[in-house]
């Protein structure tokens, strides 16, 4: 289980439930656990969303697909069918994975732990996230959270994100319950959305031996925050990217919301 287990100190929150309804079975090379139900137990989150298992939505008994509800920020969320191509769970959490927000060793690098976290920084209002896994592209599992706020914060995180992407190119670790993680190799990417503004970078993340790829892009809409983080469950050695139609379709959706 050690994959597993590295996998929750290196991503404390939001890919477990990714990982959950990635379309592949296949663990990395040399890894003994499956991925997939890495996030079968239910589990309570800090997130306003649904808890609940993160297997293959739709499935018979399942409890893993998100449910519309009535409030804006559960509209904004993406739902099984809203993507040709893609599973999509509502959060679920292993329950080894640890809860809150990172604590940065670098405080430069705090925006950077806390986008890790359960929710893209403390000043979130609210919180609902989805797992969603490709069918397209073996292995990918994106991450994907919309989070209200004061626009004013929200503006103010885009930019504390553009500051510590630019500083932090060299690393950091980042902790929570005792959990670590390193992030190397901090870059920007080139990645177009039609929010109102947003930043994207990549990093390497390694725990216990296990490192990931991993591509994280944070849009504002409005007072909504987009959150999207891509990780290939495969251990493949070549940077995932968020799709752009995953992007696209939930930045619809928190405009068809509002």
Known sequence: MKTRTATAALLPA????AVGCSSTHTPAP?????????ASAPGQTASAGSSGAAGSPGSPGSS?????????????ALEQGDLAGYQISADGKNPAAPDGQPQSDRKACQPLADVMGDEPDPAA???????????KQM?????????????????ALINRLRDAVAVCGMG????????????????AADYKTDGDE????????????????????????GDSVVRLMALNVTGSR???QVPHEVTDKQLQKVRAAR
């Open 14 to 17: 939001l890919l477990f439930a």
């Open 198 to 221: 947003s930043v994207s970078w990549t990093t390497t993340a390694s725990a216990e031996g296990v490192t990931a790829q991993v591509h994280l892009v944070v849009v504002r809409q």
């Open 30 to 38: 040399g890894k003994s656990p499956d991925p997939k139900g890495s």
């Open 64 to 76: 893993a697909a998100p449910k519309r509800a009535g409030s804006r920020l559960e509209r904004s």
């Open 238 to 240: 070549q940077t995932p």
């Open 139 to 155: 292995g990918l599992a994106v991450s994907a959270s919309v989070s209200s706020y004061a626009e004013s914060d929200a503006k």
């Open 172 to 187: 950091f670790t980042a902790t929570v319950e005792k959990q670590s993680g390193i992030y190397r190799d901090v870059k």
């Open 125 to 135: 209002r609210e919180t609902v996230n989805r797992g969603v896994g490709s069918q």
